[in-house]
């Protein structure tokens, strides 16, 4: 049985997350301490000359902006008899992911094959495959 399930989501396309969270519940059902772990992660402006023309607060703004949709998905789509904690990570996707696999010792990867966006698709299709490749927990990757 999983005890943690990560769910990477892309909060511009609730409607591919909503395709992943659906094989999440049915498995933490399975087991009552199952934790379903919502994931978004945020561009960053890591490197210095690209930072130096954005102000924090507008990275302040979009993080708060994701809780906000993060909660609103947890309050509509995810069943009141699943333990969820969401996460809020900026950087590079992949790294990002992998990295919170790690620190949550994640035993399951639920994510898309592709966006629900044309223009994302090869994006995440790449993440996805590197993920399956990298990723030291099980993936499931959902087709659209």
Do not use: W
């Amino acid at each position: 049985m999983y005890r943690n399930i990560l769910l990477p989501i892309d909060i511009d396309a609730l409607g591919t997350a909503r395709r992943c969270l659906k094989p999440a519940v049915e498995m933490a059902r399975l087991n009552k301490d199952t934790r379903v772990h919502l994931l978004a992660v945020l561009p960053g402006f890591n490197m210095p000359i690209v930072s130096n023309y954005f102000d924090q607060s507008l990275m302040d703004k979009a993080r708060e902006e994701a809780e906000q949709i993060m909660e609103s998905f947890v309050k509509e789509d995810v069943p009141d008899d699943i333990q969820v904690v969401t996460h809020i990570s900026i950087g590079a996707p992949f790294k990002r992911i992998l990295k919170e696999i790690n620190l949550l010792r994640a035993d399951l990867v639920i994510m898309s094959a592709n966006s629900s966006e044309r223009k994302d698709r090869f994006f995440l299709g790449h993440v996805s495959s590197k993920l399956a490749e990298h990723s030291p927990a099980s993936v499931m990757i959902i087709k659209d």
